[in-house]
């Protein structure tokens, strides 16, 4: 195990010869040397809860993509892929190995990609231990015999969160950056606490190399049913359910968040979970709320300094609080990682409007046109500046780590739906009964699951389905465990004493979001593709 394989190591083919450097020390260790350094705290049950400063979320505006000859016409440039000259880059890496020569960094050296067919090596080097911590639970661990032929591996993250840049002379947008060279193998997170960024910066890496290799990459969870080995996948975006939704004690969890789907079936980018915890509570979510333990890494959860008690309902820092663990702390995980061809795709969003169905049956179509619109709601806290729920477009449910263009991730789709006959479900896991601008509530997580189960149980094999021309999608008029008004979103904004007419007008100019970002985003999808979406009333 990498516990037993620690040690020093030399990196001086960097530049920082002059670094004490610690390879792939043990959590145990790891996490004396984030108390020594006053990084953290233990909690009540031994986790080390951490606090992020200023950066609690993901700050897109801080992202870049080195825009060298080798990739510039295989990256879609926008607002999402900036690009960064090649010098910009080399002087912040630059910039980075001066910062960090001479300092006690830590190294982990871990896989991303539980499919050794298409793993790649990544060395991150760290100056902070907690950080080293939450890559350590984040990437898959690498065996003993691994760790003997890793090398310098494949990609080198450098990570410094107190290199604080300078805008003026270091030519990015403020004291942070998140830099990517796929052309050098290359990639900088500078100036930001927020470990999220080293997780997304390895998953956008991933995202532009693996379609090369016939790999689809996917912003989704996955589990299989213990009995069957029947798989499903859960796309959608942070705080829409798939980490909620995929750790089912009735199915093995493959993984929470990036997979790879192969000719071989689908495996798990990851060795670990990054799961919201804000209001978690043992009785909703018990899987995650018992790998709150030692080893775990909780980022900006309130906790009581007496009892060392976590408030998770407290958001007084941010709603995006976090909790990373390794993916054994939860219950019936997939040893391996990997699991067969799906039979079930869902693809999950929270609509911030409340009018789209709770549970909708997808044609092949249909699918399609939601995978490259990916509408959702970016929730409080998972972004700098987002305060409350905002509805917005974000193309394969990942658009911010999807550096090629979308139709080069749908066209892929596309081919393993039509080969393997896969199912596919929308699931809205936001509000009911009205808009979050209007005081409704989120669709209670008991319904939720009711609908997923249904789904995942061969339950919906029978039963009777209404079009709804809106949204032009199917929708089961009864499933079991889930009041049969639930599935009408009228139905719902009626017995919350709002009108059929506020209904309408609701869904309605949801619909017509859809096809404008559909006009100006994917005009030169099929046909076929388009007139599958929805379609508000003249």
């Not at 310098?152 to 990570?159: H, K, N, S, V």
């Not at 305060?387 to 263009?405: A, N, Y």
């Not at 089961?476 to 919350?496: V, Y």
Request: glycine content about 8%; hydrophobic content about 40%; aromatic content about 8%.
């Amino acid at each position: 195990m990498t516990s037993s394989a620690a040690s020093s190591l030399d990196l001086g083919y960097l530049g920082l010869g002059t670094a004490t450097v610690h390879r792939n020390l043990a959590p145990a260790p790891l996490i004396e040397q984030a108390l020594r350094r006053e990084e953290g705290m233990l909690s009540d049950t031994g986790a080390l809860v951490v606090a992020t400063g200023a950066r609690t979320g993901r700050s897109p505006h801080d992202r870049f993509i080195v825009d060298s000859p080798a990739v510039h016409d295989s990256v879609a440039w926008g607002p999402v892929n900036c690009p960064m000259t090649q010098a910009v880059f080399d002087a912040l890496w630059d910039k980075a190995l001066r910062y960090l020569d001479g300092r006690e960094l830590f190294v982990f050296d871990g896989l991303a990609g539980a499919d050794r067919a298409h793993a790649k090596r990544i060395r991150v080097v760290n100056e902070s231990p907690a950080q080293n911590l939450f890559i350590h639970q984040l990437l898959v661990r690498p065996t003993a015999a691994e760790l003997e032929t890793f090398g310098q591996g494949d990609y080198t993250l450098l990570a410094a969160p107190y290199l604080l840049l300078d805008p003026a002379v270091d030519g990015t947008n403020s004291e942070a950056a998140v830099a990517l060279d796929f052309a050098s193998r290359r990639i900088l997170v500078a100036g930001t606490q927020y470990s999220g960024e080293i997780k997304k910066a390895i998953f956008t890496t991933l995202n532009y190399v693996l379609p090369d290799e016939g790999v689809l990459p996917m912003h989704c969870s996955a589990n299989s049913d213990l009995h069957s080995g029947s798989v499903a996948v859960f796309f959608g975006l942070s705080g829409t359910g798939k980490t909620t939704l995929s750790a089912d004690p009735a199915r093995g969890i493959i993984g929470d968040d990036e997979h790879g789907w192969s000719d071989a079936g689908v495996f798990n980018f990851e060795g670990g979970c990054y799961a919201k915890c804000i209001d978690l509570t043992e009785a909703s979510e018990p899987e995650i709320f018992r790998a709150v333990r030692f080893g775990s890494v909780v980022e900006n959860v309130v906790v009581d300094p007496a009892t060392r008690t976590p408030d998770y309902a407290d958001g007084s820092i941010t709603d995006n609080t976090r909790v990373a663990y390794p993916i054994d702390f939860i219950p019936n995980a997939v040893e391996s990682g990997t699991g067969r061809t799906p039979d079930v795709v869902l693809f999950l969003t929270a609509d911030a409007f409340g009018v789209l169905p709770p549970l909708s049956r997808l044609s092949p179509e249909a699918a399609m046109y939601h995978f490259v619109t990916g509408f959702t709601s970016k929730l409080a806290g998972t972004e700098v500046g987002v305060t409350r729920p905002e509805p917005t477009f974000s193309s394969l449910f990942g658009e911010p780590f999807m550096p090629r263009p979308a139709h080069v991730y749908a066209d892929m789709l596309g081919q393993r739906l039509r080969e393997c006959g896969t199912t596919v479900y929308l699931v809205n896991t936001g509000w009911s009964g009205g808009g979050a601008a209007e005081g409704a509530e989120r669709m209670k997580l008991a319904y939720t699951r009711a609908m997923v189960s249904a789904v995942l149980n061969d339950q919906l094999d029978d039963a009777s389905w209404r079009h709804d021309d809106v949204f032009n999608v199917d929708v089961p008029t009864r499933l079991p465990g889930c009041p049969a008004e639930i599935l009408d979103p009228l139905a719902c904004w009626q017995a919350n004493g709002r009108s059929a007419e506020e209904y309408a007008e609701a869904a309605d100019h949801l619909a017509s979001l859809f096809q404008q970002n559909f006009a100006k985003k994917h005009a030169d999808l099929p046909t076929e593709i388009a007139e599958a979406g929805p379609r508000p009333r003249d």
